[in-house]
Nanobody
Framework: QVQPVESGGGLAQAGGSLRLSCAAS????????VGWFRQAPGKEREFVAA????????AYADSVKGRFTISRDNAKNTVALQMNSLKPEDTAVYYC????????????????WGQGAQVTVSS
């Protein structure tokens, strides 16, 4: 079992930056896809970004393209989400997920989920 663990996040002003990191407890996540999803109060969970570990293929939601960057660190076995030009609408709990998935943006295909990290962007 691969249990993702998020770190980072916190509070930023609009236009600022934050960084989230996802590590895996248990087995390595090197053969998995790793995705970031978010859920704002009163809203459904939505896809943010994902990376397929073996190929490095990435996918992004339209709302974050050009602002967020997902990357992997082979040595540390972690995946990071660099968030720049933050907007108040980026405020949400961000979840890291991993699994063998066919479609990177399909949350239902991810088997393992972290506890979430709060990101708050003030205007």
């Amino acid at each position: 079992q691969v249990q993702p663990v998020e770190s980072g996040g916190g509070l930023a002003q609009a236009g600022g930056s934050l960084r989230l990191s996802c590590a895996a407890s248990g087995r390595t996540i090197i053969t998995y896809a790793v995705g970031w999803f978010r859920q704002a109060p009163g809203k459904e969970r939505e896809f943010v970004a994902a990376i397929r570990w073996s190929s490095g293929t990435t996918a992004y939601a339209d709302s974050v393209k050009g602002r967020f960057t997902i990357s992997r660190d082979n040595a540390k076995n972690t995946v990071a989400l660099q968030m720049n030009s933050l907007k108040p609408e980026d405020t949400a709990v961000y979840y890291c997920a991993s699994g063998f998935v066919g479609v990177l943006g399909a949350g239902r295909e991810y088997a393992y989920w972290g506890q979430g990290a709060q990101v708050t962007v003030s205007s």
